[in-house]
């Protein structure tokens, strides 16, 4: 049995994200500030993904880092981790 890399999990969300989107890896890759070959490399596994990247994804389809990295099953948690804006 070979366990999934993390970076073999990654790959697959994001694929399926694009998947679920209609949407090619070009179009990611200028979304996110990547070059295509840099996208692909990484969903390739011939790179790595960077905690950059990881930001650049999570912000673009809104959701979580931990489930781009195969932490959670949960693509957009219900609690709102994010700081209230203080108002002075």
Not at 5 to 31: P, Y
Request: charged share 25%.
């Amino acid at each position: 049995m070979r366990l999934q890399t993390q970076e073999n999990k990654t790959a697959q969300i994001v694929l399926d994200l694009l998947d679920t989107r209609n949407m090619t890896q070009s179009a990611l890759a200028d979304e996110i500030g990547l070059t295509r070959q840099a996208l692909s490399s990484k969903i390739n596994g011939t790179r790595s993904f960077t905690k950059k990247d990881y930001v650049a994804l999570a912000d673009f389809f809104d959701t979580s880092v931990d489930y781009l990295m195969g932490r959670t099953l949960d693509p957009w948690p219900t609690d709102n981790t994010q700081p209230e804006e203080v108002t002075a």
